[in-house]
């Protein structure tokens, strides 16, 4: 699924006139949960201050309510990848070719999107803020992988210019002691941005909404929520990130030597059983939301549990 149809499915079910965009807000005073007289405190981007019970920050990779929250917490670092994203239509139907290609130090990988397109990624080691130099992402995806195998070179040349999209790519190294503080709670990159080799940082922020709409909505107070919000996340993400940041190693090598290896245990891997591949998987893939969960432990759906 295109990451902007879930996202249109995600805001077509909140209330008429609950979702405002193109306001930047800004966290004054986290404020204290449990005490009435202590609300968060906002400002919005035309100087007007509002107050809240309950501040959900999702502010990206470089969150400054992060930075408000825990001052002297180590900003995300470069990971040393830069990464190109983009959708090309292809005018065969059908679904497309599925898979990943790794090279020394850098990876593409291709995934069927319906209504006959395709999405292409790539990822390479290169310092920090590099661009094309003729500003032409897609010239130098070419350059880049152009002379992979097939079916790379015929989708790079169908690829619109002005459709790559190139990021480079910080991490959270370390894991922030809590995802809230205050009436504050982090979710998404803001809390536990990672590198994409497991295509899970917006999973998991999917899996950290599921969450802290379950427990504030189940817990007595807002203390008690956040704080089961927190235990509930950080172990789950800080796994993720450094499962994610293994892959990030493995593709990182560039000695022949080492490609020779890495690429001899990975072809060894792809002939384990297909039940071994999953177990191995598993730890990832196998979350249940909380409502589901507390509704298997009591045999049943609760009303809160349907709410
Ligand atoms: C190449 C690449 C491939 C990826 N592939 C995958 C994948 O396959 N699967 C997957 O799950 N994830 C993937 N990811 C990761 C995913 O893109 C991120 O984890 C996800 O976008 C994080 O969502 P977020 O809402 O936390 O942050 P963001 O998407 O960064 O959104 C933050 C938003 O907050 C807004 N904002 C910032 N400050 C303020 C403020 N003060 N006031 C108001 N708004 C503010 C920003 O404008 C922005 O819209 C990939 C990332 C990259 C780079």
Excluded: K
């Amino acid at each position: 699924m295109h990451r902007a149809d879930l996202v249109r499915l995600l805001a077509g079910q909140l209330p008429t006139g609950a979702l405002h965009t193109g306001s930047e807000a800004r966290v004054l005073d986290p404020g204290v949960p449990d005490d009435p007289t202590r609300p968060a405190v906002l400002a919005l981007a035309d100087g007007t201050r509002h107050t809240a019970e309950l501040v959900v920050a999702a502010d990206g990779i470089h969150s400054p309510a992060r930075g408000l929250l825990f001052p002297g917490h180590p900003a995300p670092r470069y990971s040393g990848f830069t990464t190109w994203r983009t959708v090309i239509p292809t005018r065969d139907a059908r679904p497309g070719p599925l898979g990943e290609v790794w090279g020394p130090g850098a990876l593409t990988g291709v995934l069927p999107l319906p209504g006959g397109r395709t999405y292409l990624y790539a990822a390479a080691l290169a310092p920090a803020g590099t661009r094309a130099a003729d500003g032409d992402e897609r010239a130098e995806l070419l350059r880049r992988f152009g002379g992979w195998c097939a079916p790379l070179p015929g989708l790079l040349a169908a690829a619109q210019p002005e459709l790559v999209l190139r990021n480079d790519v910080f991490e959270m190294v370390t894991p922030l002691p809590a995802f809230h503080h205050g009436r504050v709670a982090l979710l998404g990159d803001a809390a536990h941005a990672m590198t994409p080799f497991q295509g899970q940082g917006a999973c998991q922020a999917l899996e950290d909404a599921v969450t802290l709409a379950h427990t504030a909505w189940t817990a007595t107070g807002l203390g008690s929520a956040l704080d089961a919000y927190s235990t509930a996340r950080l172990p789950r993400t800080t796994g993720v990130v450094r499962r994610s940041a293994r892959v990030a190693r493995a593709v990182a090598v560039r000695s022949r030597v080492a490609v020779t290896l890495r690429d001899t245990a990975l072809a060894l891997a792809g002939r384990l059983p297909e039940s071994a591949v999953v177990r191995g998987a598993a730890p990832m893939f196998d979350w249940q939301p909380p409502h589901l969960l507390s509704a298997t432990r009591n045999g049943g759906v609760s009303d809160a549990a349907r709410g």
